[in-house]
Nanobody, 121 residues
């Protein structure tokens, strides 16, 4: 099986920075897109940023200019550098990846357990 384990969340003051990491482990043949989503209290989960295996990125409007997504394909790890954090960035951040376990199987969407980010004003 495949697991995604996030780390790097915590409490930070507005204007501060955090770097989230998400490492995939288990039976992995290939990973295509990886991404970060967040869920604020009382709200639906929303896209923050995604990155393809080739490095093409996409950001939510709220993340543009402040957040940077990157990945290390050798380590099966995706990162989210978050700068100029705002209280509205508070939420649980989830890692997501499309994983192929063997060459003859299709890609399966896998989610991490989430890491809490709290931005105080």
């Amino acid at each position: 099986q495949v697991q995604l384990v996030e780390s790097g969340g915590g409490l930070v003051q507005a204007g501060g920075s955090l770097r989230l990491s998400c490492a995939a482990s288990g039976n992995i043949f290939s990973i295509n897109d990886m991404g970060w989503y967040r869920q604020a209290p009382g709200k639906q989960r929303e896209l923050v940023a995604t990155i393809t295996s080739g490095g093409a990125t996409k950001y939510a409007d709220s993340a543009k200019g402040r957040f940077t997504i990157s990945r290390d394909n050798d380590k099966n790890t995706v990162y989210l550098q978050m700068n100029s954090l705002k209280p509205e960035d508070t939420g649980v951040y989830y890692c997501n990846a499309g994983v192929q376990s063997t060459w003859f199987e299709g890609y399966v969407e896998v989610w991490g357990q989430g890491t809490l980010v709290t931005v105080s004003s």
